[in-house]
T-cell receptor
Framework: IAGITQAPTSQILAAGRRMTLRCTQDMRHNAMYWYRQDLGLGLRLIHYSNTAGTTGKGEVPDGYSVSRANTDDFPLTLASAVPSQTSVYFC?????????????FGEGSRLTVL | KQEVTQIPAALSVPEGENLVLNCSFTDSAIYNLQWFRQDPGKGLTSLLLIQSSQREQTSGRLNASLDKSSGRSTLYIAASQPGDSATYLCAVRGDSSYKLIFGSGTRLLVRP
């Protein structure tokens, strides 16, 4: 089934550790996004990529980095995790970063930082 | 700055009822608006996408309307079923913007 695959599904992590959340899509979408979802704050954009080789900062980029070496993969890295990064992380993609694109989401990665 | 509001925050209805979920946005200069459904512990599932030039979109029992001038969209669910219970979110894509601005969602419970 075509779509977005995220890994891991959930993870408990000690503060200060490095963590990479993986995201792969097989829809050949140009644009990809990372959101975090927190109770009371809704969905907030962390980083995005309009096309392979380019990335940009969203609303809450501090403490996170991304790379887009190819069309399919868009990993999110926490260089040194902190408890405030405890959240559910969603990867999303759209066919174009322009006005038309419908956004599709993965199932999420639940991260707990202790 | 675009702000998206969804009212009510929660709604409980008996099975079979027709219902309307509301979404309002402050900046009418949008490219499109998308409605999503989210089940507990799951990702978001796209329901309907309305382009700025459109007035409504329909999929099965769902109908979404868009009134840019008043900054409103509604999601109409006909003949509600317990399986419709979920959180419904709307999101707008602004003018020349890469990102969607999300509302906080309406949590719907359809009672058997």
């Amino acid at each position: 089934i075509a779509g977005i695959t995220q890994a891991p599904t959930s993870q408990i992590l000690a503060a200060g550790r490095r963590m990479t959340l993986r995201c792969t899509q097989d829809m050949r979408h140009n644009a990809m996004y990372w959101y975090r979802q927190d109770l009371g704050l809704g969905l907030r954009l962390i980083h995005y990529s309009n096309t392979a080789g380019t990335t940009g900062k969203g609303e809450v980029p501090d403490g996170y980095s991304v790379s887009r070496a190819n069309t399919d993969d868009f990993p999110l890295t926490l260089a040194s995790a902190v408890p405030s990064q405890t959240s559910v992380y969603f990867c999303a993609s759209s066919k174009t970063s322009g006005s038309v694109g419908e956004l599709f989401f993965g199932e999420g990665s639940r991260l707990t930082v202790l | 700055k675009q702000e998206v509001t969804q009212i009510p925050a929660a709604l409980s209805v008996p099975e079979g009822e027709n219902l309307v979920l509301n979404c309002s946005f402050t900046d009418s200069a949008i490219y499109n608006l998308q409605w999503f459904r989210q089940d507990p512990g799951k990702g978001l599932t796209s329901l309907l996408l309305i382009q700025s030039s459109q007035r409504e979109q329909t999929s099965g029992r769902l109908n979404a309307s868009l009134d840019k001038s008043s900054g409103r969209s509604t999601l109409y669910i006909a003949a509600s079923q317990p399986g419709d219970s979920a959180t419904y979110l709307c999101a707008v894509r602004g003018d020349s913007s890469y990102k969607l601005i999300f509302g906080s969602g309406t949590r719907l419970l359809v009672r058997p």
